[in-house]
């Protein structure tokens, strides 16, 4: 199964800012969801939202990228957001956010 994975700005802003070599390790866990490696060590779902995180870890530090599956679509996951994972758990604040981009995906389509 092919995952198509479509970014949207914030998720692709946040990309770009990333250290090269973190970056590029993120680009190839997703790659390797694209192509249907299941690994929760690189995509997981967040607890009992429907909001889903790519996960990648460089030099100690650990990033992440909110996404959702969009319904309408098949195999299609929109990235929300990203942010530089700073304690144990994924904040309740990024969640939220992540959600709100997704309402707001809704209503523009």
């Known amino acids: 199964m092919n995952i198509e994975v479509t970014y949207l700005q914030e998720a692709q802003e946040f990309i770009e800012t990333m250290p090269s070599k973190a970056r590029l390790k993120m680009l190839h866990n997703i790659s390797m969801v694209q192509i249907g490696v299941k690994n929760t060590r690189i995509f997981k779902k967040l607890g009992d939202s429907d909001i889903w995180e790519f996960r990648s870890e460089y030099e100690g530090n650990a990033y992440r990228l909110l996404s959702f599956w969009d319904k309408t679509q098949k195999s299609l996951v ?24 997704k309402n707001d995906y809704y209503k523009t389509r």
Do not use: M
């Open 78 to 101: 929109v990235a929300t957001h990203g942010f530089d994972k700073k304690t144990q758990k994924t904040p309740k604040s990024e969640i939220e956010h992540a959600q709100q981009i």
